[in-house]
C-alpha cells in the first residue's frame, strides 16, 4: 500500500462519492476526494434541496388561498423572491459545511480543483499528481441542451435556482421530473407558465395513470402543456424572449428554462485516454460491482446511467465499500427503488408500471380516484390517485403509485411491503389510520374490469 499516496481517490464530492469516501475511510483507509465545486454535488447544492425549499415556498401560496374554506381571513399575500432565494442561500451554505467536517472528522482529505485521471493509478489535481490504489469517478450528471438556434438564452435548473428576478412568464422545455417540479413551483408563484413537450404526454417512464393524473391536474391549475410540440428557435426581445413553436406559433416569456435531460459528467476527464469505457451518451461502463474495463477504477451514481437518484447513489457508494474494503463482495439491487416528484401535487411510485407488469404475466389492477378531504372545505377542483398492480397467480403487489398530496411520505412506507414481498390480502388485512388518505392502499377491494386483461 505504501507506493500509493492514497488507497482511494475519489472524483466528484456529491452524495455518493462522499458516502463512498468517509465509508472507506471507516475502514482505516486513505482517503481523498476531488471536487472543483462546491462538496455535496448535485442533489444538496443544485437539485433535490434547493428545489425541495423552493417548492415549500410555493406550497404557501395555496395555503392562504385555502385558509379562507377554513374560516381564517390572512388578507392579501405579498411574496418576495429574494427572502426565498435568499435564506435557501444560507440552507446550502449550512449544508456545505456539514459536509466538508464529515470529510474532515473522517480524516478525508479534500483536494480542490478538477480532477484528471493521467492513468490507473493517479489523478492530477491542479498541476499535481497523486496516487492511489483505486480511483472512484462519481463526476454525477450535467444539465443537457439541444442545439436550438438561440439556446444560449436559455437557463437549466442551476440557473433557476438562483435568478435575480422572479419570472412572470416563463416557458420550460421538457416533460420530465425537473420540468413538472419546477412548473408547479413557478405557476404556484403567480408565473404564467407554458410547458413544452415533445411526447403526448408528461412523466415518460412513469405508470400512464400518474401521467395523465398529473397532467390534467397540472392543467386545472392554469400551466398550459404544448403536446408534440419542439422549439424551433429563440429569439432576444426587448422585453423578454420569443419562442417559436411548430410554424408560426410563437410564445413570449421573460425566461426559457430547458428541463430536456442530463448527460454524465466525464468529458475531460481523461478516461477513455488510460483505457475506461463509455457508451454512446458518455456514462462510464461498469460491472455489477462498479468496476469499469481499468481493474483499478471504478464508478457509481448518476455518471454510470442506471437509476439516477441520490439515495441510489448512497447505497452505490456502501456496496462500492463493502466490496472492495470490508471482503463482502456486495452488488446493488435495483428492485423496487422508490422514487418522488414534488409536482403539485406530488408523486410518490414503487414497484412496476402497469405496462411492465403486464409484460410478465397477468395481473389484477386496483385503482382510487377522489377528491381528498381537505378540499371539501376549500373548495379546490383537486383529486389524488391511487393505484395498486398485483400479480394474479401470487398475489404479491408489484407495483404501488400515488399522485395526491404527501404521496411521497406515504410511498415510502409502502416501499417496505414492496420489499417484504406483501400480498393483496396482507395489504387487504392491514387497519388503515382512519380518516386519511394513505389507508386507500389497504381498502381497495374492486378490481377494475376495463383494466382485466381477460376482460
Not at 167 to 172: N, S
Not at 308 to 333: C, D, H, S, Y
Amino acid at each position: 500500500m505504501s507506493q500509493y499516496d492514497y488507497n482511494l481517490i475519489t472524483i466528484g464530492a456529491g452524495s455518493g462519492g462522499v458516502r463512498a469516501s468517509r465509508m472507506a475511510a471507516r475502514t482505516g483507509a486513505r482517503v481523498a476526494i476531488v471536487e472543483e465545486s462546491r462538496v455535496g454535488g448535485t442533489c444538496v447544492m443544485r437539485g433535490c434541496v434547493p428545489k425541495k425549499l423552493l417548492v415549500f415556498g410555493s406550497n404557501f401560496a395555496t395555503s392562504f388561498a385555502d385558509a379562507r374554506g377554513y374560516g381564517w381571513d390572512v388578507g392579501e399575500p405579498t411574496f418576495d423572491w429574494g427572502i426565498l432565494i435568499n435564506n435557501k442561500n444560507t440552507e446550502l451554505n449550512r449544508l456545505e459545511g456539514i459536509y466538508q467536517r464529515i470529510l474532515r472528522e473522517n480524516n478525508v482529505t479534500l483536494l480542490d480543483g478538477r480532477g484528471t485521471v493521467t492513468g490507473p493509478h493517479s489523478v492530477e489535481v491542479a498541476g499535481k499528481t497523486y496516487t492511489a490504489e483505486r480511483i472512484l469517478i462519481s463526476t454525477g450528471g450535467w444539465p443537457h441542451l439541444p442545439d436550438v438556434p438561440g439556446i444560449e438564452h436559455a437557463i437549466t435548473s442551476n440557473e433557476a435556482l438562483d435568478l435575480a428576478e422572479f419570472p412572470k412568464r416563463i416557458v420550460i422545455v421538457g416533460g420530465g421530473y425537473i420540468a413538472v417540479e419546477f412548473a408547479g413551483l413557478f405557476n404556484a408563484l403567480g408565473a404564467d407558465v407554458s410547458l413544452v413537450i415533445r411526447a403526448g404526454n408528461i412523466l415518460r417512464g412513469f405508470d400512464e395513470d400518474i401521467r395523465t393524473t398529473l397532467a390534467d391536474e397540472m392543467e386545472k391549475q392554469g400551466i398550459t402543456i404544448h403536446r408534440e410540440c419542439v422549439v424551433r428557435s429563440i429569439e432576444k426581445e426587448d422585453d423578454g424572449y420569443s419562442v417559436r413553436l411548430h410554424g408560426t406559433e410563437t410564445i413570449s416569456s421573460d425566461q426559457v428554462f430547458y428541463a430536456t435531460g442530463r448527460t454524465p459528467n466525464t468529458k475531460g476527464l481523461g478516461l477513455e485516454e488510460v483505457g475506461v469505457e463509455l457508451t454512446d451518451n458518455g456514462s462510464v461502463k461498469v460491472d455489477e460491482y462498479f468496476q469499469t474495463a481499468v481493474p483499478s477504477i471504478f464508478a457509481l451514481g448518476d455518471v454510470i446511467s442506471r437509476i439516477e437518484l441520490t439515495p441510489v447513489a448512497i447505497n452505490e457508494g456502501m456496496a462500492f465499500v463493502a466490496t472492495q474494503f470490508q471482503g463482502r463482495p456486495t452488488p446493488m439491487n435495483y428492485e423496487n427503488v422508490p422514487a418522488a416528484v414534488f409536482s403539485q401535487p406530488p408523486v410518490g411510485t414503487v414497484g412496476l408500471m402497469e405496462a411492465q407488469a403486464r409484460e410478465r404475466g397477468p395481473v389484477d389492477i386496483y385503482m382510487s380516484r377522489f377528491r381528498p378531504m381537505k378540499h371539501t372545505l376549500t373548495g379546490r377542483d383537486a383529486h389524488a390517485m391511487m393505484k395498486l398492480i398485483v400479480k394474479r397467480d401470487s398475489q404479491r403487489v408489484v407495483g404501488c403509485h400515488m399522485v395526491g398530496d404527501d404521496a411521497p411520505e406515504i410511498i415510502q412506507g409502502f416501499a417496505v411491503a414492496l420489499k417484504c414481498g406483501a400480498t393483496k390480502a396482507q395489504f387487504d388485512a392491514t387497519v388503515g389510520i382512519h380518516p386519511t388518505a394513505a389507508e386507500e392502499f389497504v381498502t381497495m377491494r374492486d378490481k377494475l374490469p376495463d383494466h382485466d386483461q381477460d376482460a
